[in-house]
């Protein structure tokens, strides 16, 4: 008897329930990638926000120790124009500090580093976002789907939300690692 049930077609009830079992756990596993994903985008958005911020406060503020070096050079040619040793050697120290120390870290030669760093990481956040854009999207057209085939009671709409979540899914581990 159990050939017989076996090639006996099944009935739109048992279709759907058949549907409904599988689609509910692949919806559930779709919005926790969905909610991760979420999670790891509007970091990597804030991560683009701070670093731009603190890349334009480093550069402005080695814009004003340059600004100060050249009015502490512009000092030091006074000073060795009118043969005032003291003050041409504390001032060669001080316009020397503003190109370099590393002892505070806030020469221009440590800031300019520090910024360029800031930009590279910017620049990495950048390159990341649009993939967790497009996972976000593609996890939601996939429940979408998982919806329109319990709905439905259709098979090839299942099987293509799982197509779907498998695309994300590549564009959310894309997003993690740049592999691609």
Known sequence: MSAIQE??????SEREAHIKDRAGWVITVLAALLAINTLMGGSNSSRILNNTIDANNTWAFYQAKSIKQTLAEMAHDDAVRVGDRKKSSDLKAKIDRYESDPATGEGKRELMAKAKQLEVSRADAKHRSPWYTYAGSLFQ?????LTASILAVNMHLFWASIAVGILGSVSMTEAIWLWI
């Open 7 to 12: 090639s006996k077609p099944l009935s739109r």
């Open 141 to 145: 057209i996939a429940i979408v789907l």
